[in-house]
């Protein structure tokens, strides 16, 4: 079987796994899964180890200005460690435990932690196992993966995660422009698939991924998907933060990729240029591509898309799934089967 099948089949399959799951959401009663716990009287955690932390991080920073609430996200280790400091006594809160196996050690054991508080949560899975049958509180989307690294599932449970937001929100607007997101991943694949693997045969020594407000949990995730796939030392940054020291890292064998927003394009698409000058190879996401972001860009990616910029973030992270993908297969490696790296993390606690 040729190396990366798996991955590359998954990534490039996804639009219809968000098909198959925004059916599910239109059909599931969520207001008795969730209905009894409004976010604006209750304060929702979300809880996860490595992409699903991400993921955590992606739906806490949506749940926060669709419905107009404090929500936070938190690793399951800082839960174990430190619970005084995440599940405060006095506080009404709602957990949101999220695994794509249901089996992470670390997840299982928050779950039985809450259980024994007698905290109430929901679990967030395409594989209920164990800790579905904790939680009376379950979502399990139609999403299956062979390979080892995470990719439709994230996105999958983070569009799932929104659509709660939205239907939270009454914001039946947001949920509509969630149903654009499969077409417009669909048309998009054919366009930037081909470019990406031709921008991977360029070997990198370093690799930092930028942006800003809700895109940052994104960028942290895309680092993480070519740090797996690769073998390769990607990092995270806030964009604007890059120039107070992390750019010395810049030279001609590292590549720096930003995710611009909307509201600080401007500033973010300077800081990549002046990446550029300093003699980075440079990668750029966004929905809107100006000529001279066009100009000081290796590969720039326009996504084009009718939607909040909320509701873009899944898309946003495909290219980085893909980029992983390939920079691994140049480097002779097999990103179904990353080194060291399990489908599961299981240990004894």
Request: one cysteine or more; a negative charge.
């Amino acid at each position: 079987m040729r190396r990366g099948i798996k991955t590359l089949g998954e990534i490039c399959r996804q639009h219809e796994d968000w098909r198959h799951c925004l059916c599910m959401l239109d059909k599931i009663d969520l207001e008795r899964l969730v209905g009894d716990r409004d976010p604006r009287n209750y304060r929702w955690v979300f809880v996860g180890c490595g992409t699903s932390f991400h993921l955590a991080q992606a739906a806490a920073d949506t749940f926060r200005p669709l419905v107009n609430f404090s929500a936070h996200a938190v690793p399951a280790s800082e839960v174990l460690l430190s619970p005084e400091l995440e599940l405060p006594a006095e506080s009404a809160i709602f957990p949101v435990l999220i695994s794509r196996s249901g089996r992470t050690s670390e997840i299982l054991q928050v779950a039985e932690l809450l259980r024994r508080r007698g905290i109430e949560f929901l679990a967030v899975t395409c594989d209920a196992n164990e800790l579905g049958q904790i939680s009376t509180r379950t979502l399990q989307l139609p999403v299956t993966e062979e390979s080892i690294v995470m990719t439709s599932s994230f996105t999958s449970m983070l569009m799932a995660l929104q659509y709660i937001a939205a239907r939270f929100a009454g914001r039946e607007d947001f949920v509509e422009a969630l149903r654009t997101l499969p077409a417009a991943l669909t048309a998009l694949l054919p366009v930037y698939s081909e470019k990406i693997e031709k921008f991977a045969e360029t070997p990198i020594a370093d690799a930092a991924f930028l942006a800003q407000g809700v895109l940052y949990p994104i960028a942290r995730e895309t680092a993480l998907k070519v740090m797996e796939s690769s073998s390769s030392y990607a990092q995270f940054f806030h964009t604007l933060e890059f120039r107070h020291g992390p750019m010395s890292i810049v030279s001609e064998g590292v590549l720096v990729g930003a995710l611009l927003s909307e509201k600080g394009y401007a500033e973010e698409a300077s800081v990549l240029c002046e990446m550029k000058q300093l003699g980075a190879r440079t990668l750029a996401i966004a929905n809107k591509i100006s000529p001279e972001v066009e100009r000081c860009s290796d590969l720039a990616i326009e996504l084009g898309l009718a939607v909040p910029e909320l509701a873009q973030l899944v898309i946003y992270l495909v290219w980085g799934q893909l980029l992983g993908v390939h920079l691994g297969l140049h480097k002779g490696l097999d990103p179904d089967y990353p080194r060291h790296l399990s489908r599961v993390v299981m240990f004894d606690w």
